[in-house]
């Protein structure tokens, strides 16, 4: 401390708020505003279309241009993204994936029409295809590939933007899907080795160390905050025992553990919503309490994102929840409150232990690109115990399974306590992307984009032929088109096995209800579990297949991404008694009005179709008035409830009765 009255504060974290919805012009002035509120970087949301490479007109992109992010199509897009927001000086983290080099690409060209140095810019693109197969959805082509644009990217960002870091790591996702602290440390760390072991080559051996440097972190921070605290001083030690040992980067600053952080979502309650905002607070001391471990950028989900869209009061609730533990508290003028503790020191010693047994096992099946199935396999079996746990009321979650009885929420007013983003939007943005279209150079075009496929085919890095596509005019579905064209598509591993697990205790009823009812239909029980439209969050569904099978169904998941007509035809093929779909996105009423209409067309009206997501109460009498059986939000989180429901709509002698 310098005196009495100014005690020295270490600098607070950057505040972020993920965001980015409907348009980029709308996206540009929610930036624009949390920048004026005292939000101190950018966390942008792309849509799903732009995260899966596809232009907004694609048959997959129809009901989700604009939901869960901003549609980014082309430079346009980019350019009124980031209108009036300098960029040379902004720290701007873009959470994309698959897409990543394309969006830097577009990101890059960009900042050099506003003049900017391009060596200063700062930020971060997610870039984490590994975690992607295991956890979000969102890859394109094939594990190899995708790990060679994660070099390209990480490569030409050394050698021209050496601020930028080309990747994030990202256990945030695996905790979504279940991971225990032991599996998301080793999941991780796996990854980053991966990708450790693709850079090393590419670089002169001096300048190795320094590229391990650039590499950051985006973790997650779940409820039981001391362990999530713990497991943060974990990565702490492991990193840095990783790269000093497997990679003998000796410089201490370079093995330095960086990440930022969104804390979970995966426990935000649709019941009793306004209980979120104490999760939240208490999920972000996690990563901020503990100097030796604590976040370099912080971003919170709002008290209300188990319901929909937050609004833009709801974000700045959780950016002033950010600010005042910043800047009343004191936490920033101490040093780490916790070194020397002993319940600590343990709790951090046994995950380490934990994590190393885990990061051998994945190196023995030749790390993580080898272990992807096993991995998936393992996440969907973490899952299944942690929502048994709260089914039996052995993981008490207030208002969900304890207390609850409660007064109305006068958070959720008129507009239902979130935004909705208007379905116009969607046609909007295809017709300004028809115009980009119509108005470009074609012959600067092709060969942009016959560049780009040179460099692809050739092993060479895609970075500069990217960049030199969004100055053409290239679309995003453009520039996917070229790599899926050069490196195939992927679909990758669902982890739920057409086998029973040990997991079917408890389930002797609905197990003997299945039976009686496939002696009546004169078969097993077909359930068919669908995923339509673009939306990878895969973890409900596989958990609603994982149950079903258990319970002694026929179940029939093939994974994310399919359109409204592979179901439909799958549904027929299979003769199934009855369709689940499952849609978080938002885009459930112009999805499921296709599926209900195709259905029909099919001949099969007569087969019940139930519908699970993040679902309004409003668009549930929709979906209902569709034909739709059932609609469950995640309020219903009593998975054998569902089944009696599925065994019950597939009945012949109840269908019979009505």
């Not at 596809?54 to 997959?60: A, F, I, N, T």
Request: net charge negative; with cysteine.
């Amino acid at each position: 401390m310098t005196d009495a009255q100014t005690p020295t504060r270490d600098r607070p974290w950057l505040i972020r708020t993920y965001a980015g919805h409907s348009t980029a012009k709308a996206s540009n002035a929610l930036y624009r505003s949390n920048l004026s509120k005292g939000q101190t970087g950018l966390s942008v949301a792309f849509d799903l279309p732009t995260q899966t490479g596809y232009d907004s007109d694609h048959v997959l992109a129809r009901g989700e241009v604009g939901k869960v992010g901003v549609p980014v199509s082309h430079l346009g897009d980019m350019r009124t993204l980031f209108d009036q927001i300098p960029l040379e000086q902004m720290n701007t983290s873009m959470t994309i994936n698959a897409t990543a080099p394309w969006l830097l690409a577009l990101y890059v060209a960009v900042a050099e029409e506003q003049g900017a140095d391009v060596s200063k810019l700062q930020g971060t693109v997610q870039n984490d295809l590994i975690k992607e197969y295991l956890s979000r959805g969102t890859y394109i082509c094939p594990p190899k590939p995708s790990l060679k644009m994660i070099g390209d990217v990480a490569e030409y960002c050394y050698t021209h933007i050496p601020k930028w870091n080309p990747m994030n790591v990202c256990s945030y996702h695996l905790q979504e899907a279940g991971a225990t602290p032991e599996q998301e440390l080793s999941f991780a760390l796996a990854t980053a080795i991966a990708v450790l072991d693709e850079l090393k080559p590419r670089v002169p051996a001096e300048d190795f160390p320094a590229l391990c440097g650039r590499i950051s972190f985006f973790v997650n921070a779940g409820i039981r905050f001391v362990t999530e605290m713990c497991k943060m001083r974990a990565f702490v030690d492991l990193w840095d025992e990783i790269l000093e040992q497997r990679y003998g980067v000796t410089d201490a600053k370079y093995r330095r553990f960086r990440y930022g952080v969104q804390v979970n979502s995966l426990g935000l309650t649709e019941q009793q919503p306004e209980n979120n905002v104490y999760r939240i607070l208490i999920e972000m001391l996690a990563v901020t309490l503990s100097k030796k471990a604590r976040a370099r950028a912080v971003q919170l989900p709002a008290w209300n994102e188990a319901l929909g869209l937050p609004r833009p009061w709801d974000q700045q609730w959780s950016m002033r929840m950010q600010q005042i533990l910043a800047y009343e508290t004191d936490l920033l003028e101490f040093d780490d409150l916790f070194d020397g503790n002993p319940a600590v020191d343990a709790k951090v010693e046994k995950l380490k232990e934990g994590a190393r047994a885990e990061l051998a096992n994945l190196d023995s099946m030749g790390g993580a690109i080898g272990a992807i199935e096993y991995m998936k396999g393992r996440l969907v079996d973490s899952n299944a115990d942690r929502l048994n746990k709260i089914e039996r009321n052995e993981t008490i979650v207030v208002g969900v399974n304890k207390w609850v009885e409660g007064e109305p929420s006068p958070l959720q007013t008129e507009d239902g306590g979130i935004m909705v983003v208007d379905p116009a939007v969607e046609q909007e943005q295809i017709d300004r992307l028809n115009t980009w279209r119509a108005e470009r150079d074609s012959d600067a075009l092709q060969k942009a984009l016959a560049d780009l496929r040179a460099a692809a085919k050739e092993g060479a890095n895609v970075m500069p032929a990217s960049i030199a596509c969004a100055k053409a005019g290239v679309t995003t579905g453009e520039w996917a088109g070229e790599m899926r064209a050069v490196f195939g598509e992927y679909r990758g591993p669902t982890g739920v096995s057409k086998s029973v697990s040990n997991k079917t205790e408890g389930l002797d009823d609905i197990r003997e209800a299945v039976n009686a009812v496939s002696d009546r239909l004169g078969r097993r029980l077909k359930f068919l579990v669908g995923k339509p439209g673009l939306d990878g969050h895969s973890n409900g569904a596989e958990q609603i297949a994982f149950r079903a099978r258990d319970c002694g169904m026929d179940i029939d998941y093939e994974g994310i991404r399919l359109t409204p007509d592979q179901i439909v035809t799958a549904a027929r093929d299979n003769e199934v008694h009855v369709v689940g779909l499952s849609i978080l996105s938002g885009s459930h009423i112009p999805l499921v009005e296709d599926m209900m209409t195709k259905m029909r067309e099919a001949g099969l009206g007569h087969i019940p179709v139930i519908v699970g997501g993040i679902i309004p109460d409003d668009d549930a009498k929709r979906l209902r008035a569709m034909g739709v059986a059932k609609v469950y939000t995640p309020k219903d989180f009593e998975l054998n409830a569902i089944m009696m429901d599925i065994v019950t709509l597939a009945d012949p002698k109840a269908v019979a009765a009505e």
